[in-house]
């Protein structure tokens, strides 16, 4: 477990509460909380090659780094519109999104299912982790906005994807087939 990808996927969890203390500290701490924030999205970004690259590629891997991106994704969305610096609507489609998709994937887990990888969601994760660096850098309203809009949509489109492509799982996880009763020619 103790892997450099692995690592690097628990050190957005670490960094999670840094950020949103920055971003909640004022103006000069939001410059740190952008730097952070940046250097947080490079080890999204090289944890999955590094796994691969070095032959620890696994189910475990995949599930620390999807936690770890939904902790601080949710997390600095809620505090960046906590902070005004960006839109409620967005933390809370996206905060909403992540919940239905882990229940998705313990539902799948439980019939020895693998999810799979969601197109749409990583755009939404591409998506947010522009938007962070760039509201605390205080881009313009409608380029955050823009931002929040896109990963909203890709978020509610990943979810959408998941429930496509799991219909089978669900269809046999949550129907119950109906007995016959005895009135209706059980006997």
Same mark, same amino acid.
């Given at each position: 477990?103790?892997?450099?990808?692995?690592?690097?996927?628990?050190? =957005?969890?670490?960094?999670?509460?840094?950020?949103?203390?920055?971003?909640?500290? @004022?103006? !000069?701490? =939001?410059?740190?909380?952008?730097?952070?924030?940046?250097?947080?999205?490079?080890?999204?970004?090289?944890?999955? +090659?590094?796994?691969? =690259? %070095? @032959?620890?590629?696994?189910?475990?891997?995949?599930?620390?780094?999807?936690?770890?991106?939904?902790?601080?994704?949710?997390?600095?969305?809620?505090?960046?519109?906590?902070?005004?610096?960006?839109?409620?609507?967005?933390?809370?489609?996206?905060?909403? !999104?992540?919940?239905?998709?882990?229940?998705?994937?313990?539902?799948?887990?439980?019939?020895?299912?693998? +999810?799979?990888?969601?197109?749409? @969601?990583?755009?939404?994760?591409? %998506?947010?982790?522009?938007?962070?660096?760039?509201?605390?850098?205080?881009?313009?309203?409608?380029?955050?906005?823009?931002?929040?809009?896109?990963?909203?949509?890709?978020?509610?489109?990943?979810?959408?994807?998941?429930?496509?492509?799991?219909?089978?799982?669900?269809?046999?996880?949550?129907?119950?087939?109906?007995?016959?009763?005895?009135?209706? @020619?059980?006997?």
């Amino acid at each position: 477990m103790l892997h450099i990808p692995n690592i690097l996927s628990v050190s =957005r969890v670490v960094a999670t509460p840094i950020v949103a203390a920055l971003v909640l500290g @004022g103006e !000069r701490a =939001r410059a740190a909380a952008c730097v952070l924030a940046c250097l947080v999205a490079f080890t999204d970004l090289i944890d999955g +090659p590094i796994a691969r =690259r %070095m @032959g620890l590629a696994t189910y475990l891997g995949s599930m620390i780094d999807m936690t770890c991106d939904k902790v601080y994704m949710c997390t600095l969305l809620i505090v960046l519109a906590v902070a005004g610096l960006s839109p409620v609507w967005a933390a809370a489609i996206i905060a909403s !999104r992540e919940v239905l998709v882990l229940w998705l994937r313990v539902v799948a887990s439980e019939h020895g299912r693998q +999810p799979p990888i969601a197109m749409c @969601g990583r755009l939404k994760t591409f %998506m947010v982790y522009l938007l962070v660096p760039l509201a605390l850098a205080g881009a313009p309203w409608q380029a955050v906005w823009f931002l929040a809009f896109v990963a909203s949509a890709s978020a509610l489109g990943s979810l959408i994807e998941y429930v496509v492509k799991l219909r089978d799982l669900f269809a046999t996880a949550f129907v119950v087939p109906q007995q016959p009763s005895e009135s209706e @020619g059980g006997k």
